[in-house]
């Protein structure tokens, strides 16, 4: 709350002039730079709720032109280079897409809700989506199928941007089988920080492309991205399936991903009674969800397998049996499995959009963790975490998640980071809870990530935050050398994603 009461005190004595560095940009452009109090809230506010880093001002652009012009600004008209950094829908929770004394830019005023979206086809390269950096994922969803189209790889809320998740990697239950997002690109448009709209791939200007993927916004911003699709199923059926047995419930997802029966796996945590009425979708009856919470109160931890299996009107018939052959296989506690049938879209959009949420945002904090643990150590992680941790967690619960991805659908050469090992799960503790908790979700975050060290567990963190420059080269490994090489190429003066504390 302090936070917020210096924020507004700030507001309130900034003036609404444009900062003397717009003298070097064309005035048609100035005219699209903001510096009233609205403009400048907004750009320092995120769904985390927990960092608030003030901008001189904020860039709504018309055209890719004018977020070249303002990095050429800082680059070469200035004599000390202001920050800038993208923003899309302002869904990061530790103000990494913020520009403290710098520029945001807003990325959404682009948008044309969809309209920077074309869909197209070559022998090459088979079917595919050219989609604006500042476009959502719904977005893409909705015009692929107008196709009977759609990407393979999704994020679990689709209301984020392109650019924001191929910035860091986008994962979800269809990761084990397609691999990220990032997998599933075929070409990039990057502004970086020279001021330069490029275009690379895999065989051209490939060090940006495969530094901008998972790169954090450090080398350039995401103005556009070829994205592999696929014909779209009709139909996704969906199961959700109860464990109490934590190797239960690991090998049995582990057996899941090493075939292709399925497209779509993620676990999850039970941590209290009410953890069902949080559930993303509603599976079961209240009788069911009285059956699960007088389990929980025996066990005070339960296990869920969400799986699903796409088909379409020429697999209908056949549907029952091989769902039927898979869940043979499991061994979920009897008698605890809810299905559901529904249209693809239906699944694929099953969280919803919470909007810009922003009176939620400001009434609620979301100090999320997420993990890339190594296979070989999640009994570890288990025996010291969330068997012992976890249920001492007395505040609001959050959703956490759990569930294992496969390294060979990941490509090396990306920026993204993974544990060395062939499997390694996703940890995601989500939290969410009053403005007054986040001392209690910071703890409980700082005490995981100390046991981890402590234990030796090689964990990374995925959305990473890190305060200071040697976590960051621990964090990165082997490819904090090339992604140094990258940044220093690409951005040399240190320009964008200041809010993500790498370089700056």
Same mark, same amino acid.
């Given at each position: 709350?302090?936070?917020?009461?210096?924020?507004?005190?700030?507001?309130?004595? $900034?003036?609404?002039?444009?900062?003397? +560095?717009?003298?070097?940009?064309?005035?048609?452009?100035?005219?699209?730079?903001?510096?009233?109090?609205?403009?400048?809230?907004? *750009?320092?506010?995120?769904?985390?709720? $927990?960092?608030?880093?003030?901008?001189?001002?904020?860039?709504?652009?018309?055209?890719?032109?004018?977020?070249?012009?303002?990095?050429?600004?800082?680059?070469?008209?200035?004599?000390?280079?202001?920050?800038?950094?993208?923003?899309?829908?302002?869904?990061?929770?530790?103000?990494? *897409?913020?520009?403290?004394?710098?520029?945001?830019?807003?990325?959404?005023?682009?948008?044309?809700?969809?309209?920077?979206?074309?869909?197209?086809?070559?022998?090459? $390269?088979?079917?595919?989506?050219?989609?604006?950096?500042? =476009?959502? +994922?719904?977005? /893409? &969803?909705?015009?692929?199928?107008?196709?009977?189209?759609?990407?393979?790889?999704?994020?679990?809320?689709?209301?984020?941007?392109?650019?924001?998740?191929?910035?860091?990697?986008?994962?979800?239950?269809?990761?084990?089988?397609?691999?990220?997002?990032?997998?599933?690109?075929?070409?990039?448009?990057?502004?970086?920080?020279?001021?330069?709209?490029?275009?690379?791939?895999?065989?051209?200007?490939?060090?940006?492309?495969?530094?901008?993927?998972?790169?954090?916004?450090?080398?350039?911003?995401?103005?556009?991205?070829?994205?592999?699709?696929? %014909?779209?199923?009709?139909?996704?059926?969906?199961?959700?399936?109860?464990?109490?047995?934590?190797?239960?419930?690991?090998?049995?997802? =582990?057996?899941? @991903?090493?075939?292709?029966?399925?497209?779509?796996?993620?676990?999850?945590?039970?941590?209290?009674?009410?953890?069902?009425?949080?559930?993303?979708?509603?599976?079961?009856?209240?009788?069911?969800?009285?059956? @699960?919470?007088?389990? +929980?109160?025996?066990?005070?931890? &339960?296990?869920?397998?969400?799986?699903? %299996?796409?088909?379409?009107?020429?697999?209908?018939?056949?549907?029952?049996?091989?769902?039927?052959?898979?869940?043979?296989?499991?061994?979920?506690?009897? !008698?605890?499995?809810?299905?559901?049938?529904?249209?693809?879209?239906?699944?694929?959009?099953?969280?919803?959009?919470?909007?810009?949420?922003?009176?939620?945002?400001? *009434?609620?904090?979301?100090?999320?963790?997420?993990?890339?643990?190594?296979?070989?150590?999640?009994?570890?992680?288990?025996?010291?975490? &969330?068997?012992?941790?976890?249920?001492?967690?007395?505040?609001?619960?959050?959703?956490?998640?759990?569930?294992? $991805?496969?390294? #060979? %659908?990941?490509?090396?050469?990306?920026?993204?980071?993974?544990?060395?090992?062939?499997?390694?799960?996703?940890?995601?503790?989500?939290?969410?809870? !009053?403005?007054?908790?986040?001392? /209690?979700?910071?703890?409980?975050?700082?005490?995981?990530?100390?046991?981890?060290?402590?234990?030796?567990?090689?964990? #990374?963190?995925?959305?990473?935050?890190? #305060?200071?420059? =040697?976590?960051?080269?621990?964090?990165?490994?082997?490819?904090?050398?090339?992604?140094?090489?990258?940044?220093?190429?690409?951005?040399? #003066?240190?320009?964008?994603?200041?809010?993500?504390?790498?370089?700056?």
């Amino acid at each position: 709350m302090a936070n917020l009461l210096i924020l507004s005190l700030i507001l309130s004595l $900034l003036i609404t002039t444009y900062p003397p +560095w717009t003298n070097a940009l064309p005035t048609d452009i100035t005219n699209r730079i903001r510096t009233d109090p609205n403009a400048i809230r907004e *750009a320092s506010s995120d769904y985390g709720n $927990l960092v608030h880093h003030v901008p001189s001002a904020v860039l709504y652009p018309s055209s890719i032109n004018d977020i070249v012009e303002l990095i050429k600004a800082s680059c070469y008209n200035h004599s000390t280079p202001f920050t800038v950094a993208a923003r899309g829908r302002g869904h990061s929770v530790r103000g990494q *897409a913020m520009a403290g004394g710098g520029v945001v830019v807003e990325m959404a005023a682009l948008s044309r809700n969809g309209g920077g979206i074309r869909v197209s086809w070559s022998p090459s $390269l088979g079917y595919y989506a050219d989609v604006g950096g500042e =476009e959502i +994922w719904a977005d /893409v &969803l909705r015009v692929g199928l107008e196709h009977g189209l759609a990407p393979v790889s999704w994020t679990d809320y689709l209301y984020l941007t392109v650019g924001g998740t191929l910035s860091n990697a986008g994962i979800s239950g269809q990761t084990f089988r397609h691999g990220p997002q990032i997998s599933n690109v075929l070409e990039l448009d990057v502004v970086t920080g020279r001021g330069q709209l490029i275009t690379c791939s895999r065989n051209k200007n490939s060090e940006l492309f495969f530094g901008a993927l998972g790169g954090l916004g450090q080398l350039g911003i995401i103005t556009r991205a070829r994205i592999v699709l696929d %014909k779209a199923p009709a139909r996704a059926r969906w199961a959700r399936l109860i464990y109490s047995n934590f190797s239960e419930f690991t090998r049995d997802q =582990e057996h899941l @991903i090493s075939t292709n029966a399925l497209n779509y796996v993620e676990g999850f945590l039970i941590t209290n009674k009410s953890t069902t009425n949080q559930w993303r979708s509603s599976f079961s009856s209240p009788s069911h969800q009285s059956d @699960i919470a007088s389990l +929980w109160k025996k066990h005070r931890l &339960l296990f869920s397998i969400e799986l699903v %299996k796409y088909y379409n009107n020429l697999t209908a018939n056949t549907i029952d049996k091989e769902f039927h052959v898979i869940l043979e296989e499991l061994n979920f506690i009897p !008698g605890l499995i809810f299905r559901r049938d529904v249209p693809l879209v239906d699944f694929l959009n099953r969280v919803g959009n919470s909007g810009d949420g922003r009176e939620e945002v400001q *009434a609620h904090v979301h100090p999320w963790l997420n993990l890339f643990i190594p296979k070989s150590r999640i009994h570890d992680f288990y025996d010291g975490v &969330l068997e012992n941790m976890v249920p001492r967690l007395r505040t609001t619960p959050g959703l956490f998640i759990f569930y294992p $991805l496969n390294i #060979k %659908k990941w490509d090396s050469r990306m920026s993204a980071v993974t544990p060395d090992e062939d499997v390694f799960y996703n940890v995601g503790f989500l939290h969410s809870g !009053g403005v007054n908790e986040s001392d /209690v979700f910071e703890v409980f975050n700082s005490q995981v990530l100390g046991f981890c060290e402590k234990a030796g567990i090689k964990v #990374k963190q995925y959305l990473p935050y890190h #305060k200071s420059r =040697e976590e960051w080269i621990k964090h990165f490994g082997s490819k904090w050398s090339i992604f140094q090489q990258r940044k220093m190429k690409f951005d040399p #003066k240190m320009i964008l994603s200041p809010g993500q504390r790498i370089f700056n």
